[in-house]
């Protein structure tokens, strides 16, 4: 540890000075009070700094006064690195800095006549002062990086936990929410027309397929070393059309208007615009089953515009009463993410879902 070391320096420099210089038994003594103080506030973690320097600049100033002893004045220089690196008030440790830089001014008037450079000297004590501040500022630099990795790591396992949520939300909600739709219409249809039973069954064992696929891809995704993930690709905008046929053949009374290039959407904002496409259509099935919706999505060079106007008596499923609303929080959280608008709400004749999101997404 940095502090078990000052009085070990602060013993070198007064058997240095003791060495180099004659003295008397008295002013050896008085060498021997600046080490002392020293091992004194290194080893009691309380003796107050002001304390330890009146024990060190006293003596210091005093042994000078017959202009022996002048090693001794590199005592001072200690406590000026002292006082810089272990005050934790960078006025305080300006004031006891400011102290120590006196010494050697102190020691010029005491002298008689005065030899002592005093301009060196000051600057033998300025400087390890200035260093230690340094120091000190640098380590406070590294805590609040350190602060701010911690952080950023934490805000990015949010945001993980978050689009896993989503992820799952998206395919596994709307997977389980089509497939009953499916199911409860060939329920409906059984013994009247077993034709459409039959069609509504093969539609629901499709849209399990393939949430299934994109499970398996999310999991190989989160399982993966490079973050890459393997398997099927993720839908885009231009599988919205397979998306409305679906919730067709389930019954649901929903027309698509599409407008601009959909292919050439790019892939990232193509996810988000069937995300929300497919989460506003299970809202649309979920709370206005009897309701006719309206899909538009259109597309042009600076941005993707989906739209799904409900219109129709929309209701409350009992099972949603005090559930948290994730499928708007996640299409909300799926449009700031690529800096688009995200709006949802009730109108006079319904329900409407808007989302702006820029053609190429938010920059990197």
């Known amino acids: ?62 042994v000078q006064r017959t202009g022996e002893l002048e090693p001794i004045m590199f005592e001072a220089s200690l406590l000026a690195f002292v006082v810089g690196r272990w005050c934790p008030s960078l006025a305080r440790s300006l004031a006891l800095g400011l102290l120590a830089t006196a010494s ?30 340094a120091f000190v500022r640098e380590e406070h630099l590294v805590e609040q990086l350190e602060e701010t990795r911690r952080e950023l790591a934490q805000q990015a396992l949010v945001a993980q936990r978050r689009e896993i949520a989503r992820d799952v939300h998206d395919f596994v909600g709307h997977g389980l929410a089509a497939v009953m739709l499916q199911v409860t219409s060939a329920r409906h249809v059984l013994r009247r027309d077993p034709a459409a039973a039959e069609d509504a069954l093969r539609s629901a064992e499709e849209v399990g397929r393939r949430s299934m696929r994109e499970l398996r891809r999310t999991v ?41 290039e959909i292919a050439a959407i790019p892939p990232g904002v193509g996810l988000a615009a069937y995300r929300i496409a497919q989460e506003a259509i299970a809202n649309a099935a979920r709370h206005a089953p009897q309701a006719r919706t309206v899909l538009g999505v259109e597309f042009t060079n600076e941005r993707v515009t989906i739209v799904a106007d409900t219109r129709g008596v929309t209701v409350e499923a009992p099972s949603d ?44």
């Open 1 to 62: 540890m940095l502090r078990r070391w000052v009085p070990v320096v602060a013993l070198v420099i007064a058997l240095v000075a003791v060495i180099t210089q004659p003295s008397s038994i008295a002013d050896q003594f008085l060498a021997g009070v600046p080490v002392v103080a020293f091992f004194v506030w290194a080893f009691v973690p309380k003796t107050p700094l002001l304390a330890l320097s009146v024990a060190v600049i006293v003596p210091v100033v005093f």
């Open 104 to 133: 050697p001014v102190l020691v010029a008037l005491v002298q008689e006549p005065a030899e002592v450079a005093v301009a060196i000297w000051i600057l033998g004590i300025v400087f390890p002062w200035t260093m230690s501040r």
């Open 220 to 260: 190989a995704l989160l399982r993966s070393d490079d973050g890459r993930g393997v398997g099927a690709s993720p839908p885009t905008a231009s599988e919205i059309p397979t998306l409305i046929d679906q919730a067709r053949t389930g019954g649901l009374d929903v027309q698509l208007e599409m407008r601009g």
């Open 321 to 364: 009463r005090g559930r948290s609303r994730y499928g708007l929080i996640g299409m909300q959280e799926r449009a700031t993410a690529l800096g688009g608008v995200f709006s949802a709400g009730p109108t006079s004749t319904g329900w409407r879902v808007s989302c702006e999101l820029p053609a190429k997404g938010r920059e990197p």
